[in-house]
């Protein structure tokens, strides 16, 4: 289902390129594997954040980067 969503968003936004060749589904597996990363992250750490926050940082990362935190 994650893998659904993202490949929709890619697909609403494929105006957007990379600047190298990038596989979509290179993509689509990166995004839900980091997903998947934090969302563990989160809950390992007794969810103390709330949710929105986590998501914001989670978008930030992945829309600008490591560089961007």
């Not at 390129?17 to 750490?45: H, M, R, T, Y």
């Amino acid at each position: 289902m994650l893998c659904d969503l993202v490949r929709a968003e890619l697909a609403a936004n494929k105006d957007r390129k990379l600047p190298d060749v990038v596989p979509n589904e290179l993509i689509v597996q990166f995004v839900v594997g980091a997903f998947l990363s934090v969302l563990i992250w989160w809950l390992d750490g007794g969810a103390k954040l709330p949710p929105q926050q986590v998501d914001q940082i989670f978008r930030r990362l992945a829309t600008e980067g490591v560089p961007s935190a």
